[in-house]
């Protein structure tokens, strides 16, 4: 997640203005789908969330591979907790408004 201040820098490197941004902490899916540890390894959650569907083939393994790690070492409820208590500080989703200059 790109702090807001390095974002705006970027928008102007690549010629535009940074307008506003609005930040939602409504989630996109139940909430109870989306803190499911086993959620990664569904296909219809990975739809669901840019993480996952950002990913290349190679990436998207790469990564199931690590969570499930995460989930045999007992470290991912942690990593979910941490998640959330970033997202009630930024919310689920910022919508960012810019022009062209």
Known sequence: MTPLPVFEAQLETAGLSFINSEASD???IPEEVYWDANGPFDENYRKSDSTWTLASEEELQAGLKW????????QAEKILNDCKTVRNVIGQTTSITSQKN
């Open 26 to 28: 409504e989630l996109l």
């Open 67 to 74: 969570w499930k790690r995460m989930i045999e070492n007992g």
